[in-house]
């Protein structure tokens, strides 16, 4: 029985990160960006956690990320339960009248994933491309 909450720790976003075949970050980069989030949740399989999504946002624009789901536990809809949270949790901070956009960066050969649960492509009728700038900071990586 998967059961989930708002408890994610920056030690299972390291490992859900190394799981996906993601780089590391430093741990206290980890823990600002989980403190700064707007929504984090968790998918736990007994005492370990299998799944975590986060968004980072205002209340207008929100920037899903960090969607993983433990190899050993895909299939299960882990990913699409944390995904349908935190839809919920955008749609449940609108002042009546409001609205919201979600956007996001699949990984390659996940679109399919997020267009099952109504996600579009950018660019599409009323987006351009999305655009990224990465930034280094000089030092040894984590």
């Known amino acids: 029985m998967?059961?989930?909450?708002d408890n994610l720790t920056p030690q299972a976003m390291a490992r859900l990160?190394?799981?996906?075949?993601?780089?590391?970050?430093?741990?206290e980069?980890?823990?600002?960006?989980?403190?700064?989030?707007?929504?984090?949740a968790a998918a736990w399989d007994g005492?370990?956690?299998?799944g975590m999504a986060r968004m980072i946002g205002d209340g207008m624009y929100y920037y899903l990320c960090d969607v993983v789901v433990a190899?050993?536990?895909?299939g299960r809809g882990i990913g699409r339960a944390l995904v349908a949270r935190a839809i919920a949790f955008a749609r449940a901070q609108l002042a009546p009248g409001g609205r919201c956009s979600i956007t996001l960066a699949a990984a390659p050969g996940r679109e399919a994933f997020y267009a099952h649960?109504?996600?579009?492509?950018?660019?599409?009728?009323?987006?351009?491309?999305?655009?990224?700038?990465?930034?280094?900071a000089p030092g040894p990586r984590p």
């Open 17 to 27: 990160r190394r799981s996906a075949g993601w780089g590391p970050f430093p741990a």
């Open 29 to 40: 980069q980890l823990a600002g960006a989980l403190a700064r989030s707007a929504f984090a």
């Open 47 to 50: 005492e370990e956690t299998v």
């Open 71 to 74: 190899p050993q536990a895909r």
């Open 117 to 136: 649960l109504g996600f579009r492509a950018i660019p599409g009728p009323d987006m351009g491309p999305g655009m990224q700038l990465r930034i280094q």
């Open 2 to 5: 998967i059961r989930y909450d």
